[in-house]
C-alpha cells in the first residue's frame, strides 16, 4: 500500500498508510495528516485513494498546492512525487519499493583527515520510501554502498571536498534531482533527492 511521508526541514514528521477512501492534509488536528502551520489552510488538500490510481486534490485556490514543483488543482500521483504544502513537504511512495535490497557498508583503509575537513564528517541519507522510509543513515565510513548486486548498487564515497555518489554496478538507474547518473561521480548538496531504481533517499549535510 502506498504511504504518505510529511517532513519539514528534512526531519520526518509523520508518515501514514493510505487505505481506500478519502483523506485530508491541513492544519485542522482533525485532518489525517495534521500541518501546525499558519501557511497551510484548515483543510488544504484531500487526496482520493482507489485501487488503482491516488489522487490529490487542491481545496482552497489562496493556499496552492504543488506537485514537483508545479502548481496543480487535480494531480495523479506517481511513486517518489514531492507534494509541497506551504513549508511543509510530503512524499507519496508506494510500499515495498526499498524491498529486500541491503544497506551495507563496504570496508576501505581509512583516510586521514584534518580539521579543516571535520565539517564532511556529519552526512547522512533519509530513506524517503520502502519498509526503510524515515530511516536515518550516517555516512561515517570512507565508503557506503547502498543496494546488492543483481538489484542495482551505488556508492557513496567520502572525500576531502565532500561526498560523491556513482553507480557501481552495470544497469544500475541512478538519479540526483532527477538527473541521471551514468558513469561519473556526482558531488553531494545538502537537500539533494538520490533515487536508486525505485528506492527514494535525500542526502543531509551539516
Known amino acids: 500500500m502506498a504511504k504518505l ?8 514528521l509523520q508518515t501514514i ?23 497551510v489552510a484548515p483543510v488544504h488538500a484531500i487526496i482520493e485513494s482507489t485501487g488503482e490510481q491516488t489522487i490529490i486534490r487542491e481545496v482552497d485556490v489562496e493556499f496552492p498546492v504543488f506537485v514537483n514543483g508545479k502548481k496543480v488543482v487535480e494531480h495523479a500521483l506517481g511513486h517518489g512525487d514531492k507534494i509541497t504544502i506551504g513549508k511543509h513537504v510530503v512524499f507519496y511512495n508506494k510500499d515495498d519499493i526499498f524491498g529486500s535490497e541491503r544497506l551495507e ?32 543513515i550516517p555516512l561515517k565510513k570512507s565508503l557506503v554502498r547502498l543496494g546488492k548486486e543483481g538489484s542495482g548498487v551505488v556508492v557513496i564515497a567520502k572525500r ?23 558513469d561519473e561521480a556526482v558531488l553531494l ?18
Not at 189 to 206: A, H, P, R, T, Y
Open 160 to 182: 576531502k571536498n565532500g561526498y560523491f555518489i556513482s553507480p557501481l554496478a552495470e544497469g544500475t538507474s541512478l538519479s540526483v534531482n532527477d538527473q541521471p547518473v551514468k
Open 17 to 39: 498508510t493510505l487505505k481506500p477512501g478519502e483523506i485530508r492534509i491541513g492544519r485542522d488536528p482533525s485532518n489525517a495528516l495534521h500541518i501546525d502551520s499558519l501557511a
Open 5 to 12: 511521508t510529511l517532513t519539514f526541514k528534512g526531519q520526518s
Open 105 to 136: 557498508d563496504l570496508e576501505q583503509e581509512p583516510e586521514v583527515w584534518t580539521e579543516t575537513d571535520a565539517k564532511y564528517f556529519n552526512g547522512s541519507l533519509q530513506v524517503l520510501s520502502g519498509r526503510q522510509i524515515g530511516l536515518v
Open 189 to 206: 548538496n545538502d537537500g539533494d533527492l538520490i533515487k536508486v531504481n525505485e528506492s527514494l533517499m535525500q542526502f543531509f549535510q551539516e
